[in-house]
């Protein structure tokens, strides 16, 4: 079971910044903006007292002033930007948190940025590839897997599939139900 928040690749590493969210645009005219969330609950942002955005430094900082919801979105403000011009600067770029912000995980939830990379072996001791994309569907996650030769396959993640999960030794170990392959 993937845990409240996603993030990018992480290739036998923790990363330090989860994906919270994505700015869609601005929001009125007093430098607000529309976030989609990419967390299971978007309350969190009411919380937050500081994001990270991605810069060519590295991770660029920001106070967030307030957060509000709209449902699929979020509304945020953050210190600083005081129009809808400074806002568009911001369009279409991520909005990450720090680890130690990110929402506490129960037995079994590992955030998106620690599944994606991981190297994937069969029951049968089989290497199957890594971890490339994770597609929300609902009832639940679905990894796509990559093969060292680019062949690509879907697998649910649910407990009939999912043996065992090693994020130190970035590791998955997995059951192919017979016919998925065919």
Do not use: W
């Amino acid at each position: 079971m993937i845990g409240p928040l996603s993030g990018g690749p992480c290739l036998n590493i923790m990363v330090e910044y989860l994906k919270a969210g994505t700015i869609t645009q601005p929001f009125g005219i007093k430098g607000e903006m529309k976030v989609y969330p990419h967390t299971d609950d978007p309350a969190r942002f009411k919380k937050l007292k500081k994001i990270y955005i991605v810069s060519k430094n590295g991770y660029d900082m920001y106070e967030v002033e307030s957060a509000k919801m709209a449902l699929p979105l979020v509304i945020i403000k953050l210190k600083g930007f005081d129009t809808p011009e400074q806002v568009r600067l911001l369009r279409q770029k991520d909005i990450y948190v720090s680890r130690e912000d990110g929402a506490p995980l129960n037995e079994g939830e590992y955030y998106y940025a620690d599944i994606l990379g991981l190297n994937v072996i069969d029951d049968e001791g089989v290497q199957r590839g890594t971890i490339t994309d994770i597609l929300e569907t609902g009832a639940n996650d679905v990894y796509e897997i990559t093969a060292e030769d680019g062949t690509k396959f879907l697998l649910p993640a649910i407990k009939e599939c999912i043996l065992s999960v090693d994020i130190e030794s970035s590791l998955m170990k997995i059951h192919i139900p017979e016919g998925l392959l065919d």
